[in-house]
């Protein structure tokens, strides 16, 4: 990564789109470990910023899911509610989700939907 | 143990270094033709061992290669994860699952791919260093 | 900075003592932006995973404090509030907080206490 | 403007190089026996330049002079800051204070500049760069 890049966190690591309430980050790149915690730097901004309620992690383009970027991704969700914000993932693909459990990690604090609607639809409900 | 043996020799030493890792035993497991479940538990499984080398060992080196399993057999995939770092302590602990020196980790990644393969090797010396060797097998169709 | 100084938050930026349900920050490096960008991290990191009620920083040994400075302790403070931590800083010196207030930036979400002592009590009837 | 007029030339490139330039103006104003508060107020000018460039310019230079007041005057420290960088459209509303381009940040920049000092110019022309000159005076006791 290029020292400028990360420097004064002015670009994002991820585009979002705010909906509603709502807080939609759409993970289009490698989740390197350095840019699963931009990533959670970037969303911790955004709730604090834009006053999100709740965050959708669509992660239907991310093909692995280790146990540090499932740490990170948990440690952000703990985060995130204690500042009264939820986080739903959604789009997990099957065999990532199979991986996951095989190998016993569990996405603590963090709430799973199959679609970004389910994931509305779930936000919706908890407000 | 030969480099010259091996199909892909990936040099870890960079924090990047573990997603180039993890994207080429993917690539390498999906030309080897595997399903896709088990391509990303190769996957994983090398992420897994190609951030203990950054993290604990600082360097070291991740072999990859196919494996011919003989006239009836499928062929496997092995990974061969070794360092010169500190070592481990105590083995049997750190592959138990749920133990970790870090601060912030799940203690998983052994234990991890231990589940997510068919064989799981690990010898560690404490001050020599650690070397990990893992095969995954192709299921037969 | 070294790529691996940065890379997976282990190293702490800043050593912390945990005091009752505080935690005590006293800064005693130079504070250059990404440094502060790294506490930041570290401080929510520390409030999440010790359950931290208060965080008290203590800036005696920081001898500029410059806008974009002031900017991130008051995000910090305005995350950490979010979390339900209150965060107080001590020990500004008056040099410092003379020329914060002639440059017109106010420590927005920051409580100011004047000594380790008052910070505590201060947070104390906050509870 | 001749760089061999000035004490102190800084090269602001990387973010470390804020830091760096903020400590180079306290010493020198330290050693030109400025007021601690002054030392202060000169230390976080120059910061703030420094990140200005760092950050819209991506690098330039930083330069430092102490100038002679003349038989009765006390001297002055002046500090000049020039980039190639894109150049600010309404210098204006930039001074004003509160007006950012940053996601992050306070607009405060230029206008605590200004106050902090006692002379503040500005020259800057879109894509050509940016020229900010002040000067603070050391009192006289
Ligand atoms: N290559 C290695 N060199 C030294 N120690 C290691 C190595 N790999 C693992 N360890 C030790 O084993 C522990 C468990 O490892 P692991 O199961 O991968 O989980 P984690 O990395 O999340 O702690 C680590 O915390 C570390 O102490
Ligand atoms: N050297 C420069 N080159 C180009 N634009 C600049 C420069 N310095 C300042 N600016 C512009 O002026 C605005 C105000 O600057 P400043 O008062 O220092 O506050 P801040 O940096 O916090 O935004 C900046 O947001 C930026 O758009």
Redesign the interface.
């Known amino acids: ?1 290029d020292k400028k890049e990360g420097a004064t966190m002015k670009n994002k690591v991820v585009p979002t789109i705010k909906l509603y309430d709502y807080l939609l980050v759409p993970i289009q790149i ?5 840019t699963v915690e931009r990533l959670q730097m970037q969303i911790l901004h955004e709730i604090h910023e834009k006053e999100v309620r709740g965050i959708i992690i669509d992660v239907s383009m991310v ?6 970027i ?3 991704l948990s ?1 952000t969700a703990g985060m995130a509610k204690a500042m009264g914000c939820y986080v739903v993932i959604c789009g997990i ?4 989700a ?2 996951l459990s ?4 569990k996405l603590k604090d963090i709430i799973t939907a199959q679609s970004l609607e389910d994931a509305i639809n779930i936000l919706d409900k908890l407000e | 143990m030969n480099p010259q043996d091996y199909d892909i020799v990936l040099k870890i030493k ?3 270094d ?2 180039v890792s ?2 080429m035993a ?1 690539n390498f497991a999906q030309k080897m033709d595997f399903s ?2 088990d ?3 190769i ?2 499984a090398v ?2 061992l190609a ?1 203990n080398i ?2 604990y060992a ?1 360097e070291g080196y991740i072999y990859i290669r196919k494996k011919e399993g003989g006239s009836e057999k499928a062929p496997a995939i092995e990974i061969l994860a070794c360092d010169r770092g500190p070592g481990i302590e105590n083995v049997e602990l750190a592959i138990s ?1 749920g133990y970790t020196t ?5 203690g ?2 052994l ?3 231990r ?2 393969m068919d064989s799981f090797h690990i010898e560690s010396e404490v001050g020599k260093g650690t070397v990990v060797i893992v095969e995954k097998r192709r299921r037969v169709f």
Chains 1, 3 share one sequence.
């Open positions: 990564m490698e989740l390197d470990d350095n093909d692995v899911i280790d146990s540090y499932s740490f990170v440690e693909q099957p065999q990532v199979l991986t095989q190998m016993g990690i | 960079d924090e990047s573990i997603a993890r994207q993917k896709l479940a391509v990303t538990k996957a994983t992420s897994e951030r950054y993290r600082k699952g870090s601060e912030r980790s799940l998983l990644g234990a991890g791919i589940r997510l």
